[in-house]
């Protein structure tokens, strides 16, 4: 298992962009961003492996947010544009070491401490 420390977070109004940082401490298979909103499950947001840059995305996001990588830096990137009210959140970066369910947090085995996105309207 690896370390993964995100950064990034802050406050911005709707329809701003905001870049969320995650660095790893080592070689993963995937890296996945999920977020979590105050009474509500944490949810998947977008993932990226780690070989062939393949990604994947929440319905929710699609079009909005950009999910990147840089292998030499360990580091993924989450570029978010056209920000809504509805994606304020706690957002962490986790790790997986195997293929399977890219939106299933319980697949996951590393996870960052969370940076806060809030989104004012």
């Known amino acids: 298992q690896v370390q993964l420390v995100e950064s990034g977070g802050g406050s911005v109004q709707a329809g701003g962009s905001l870049s969320l940082f995650c660095v790893a401490s080592g070689r993963t298979f995937a890296v996945g961003w999920f977020r979590q909103a105050p009474g509500k499950e944490r949810e998947f947001v977008a993932a990226?492996?780690?070989?062939?840059?393949?990604?994947y995305y929440a319905d929710s996001v699609k079009g909005r947010f950009t999910i990147s990588s840089d292998n030499a830096k360990n580091t993924v990137y989450l570029q978010m544009n056209s920000l809504k009210p509805e994606d304020t959140a706690v957002y962490y970066c986790?790790?997986?070491?195997?293929?399977?369910?890219?939106?299933?947090?319980?697949?996951?085995?590393?996870w960052g401490q969370g940076t806060q996105v809030t989104v004012s309207s």
């Open positions: 986790a790790a997986r070491y195997y293929s399977g369910n890219y939106d299933y947090a319980r697949e996951y085995a590393s």
């Open positions: 990226i492996r780690s070989s062939g840059s393949s990604t």
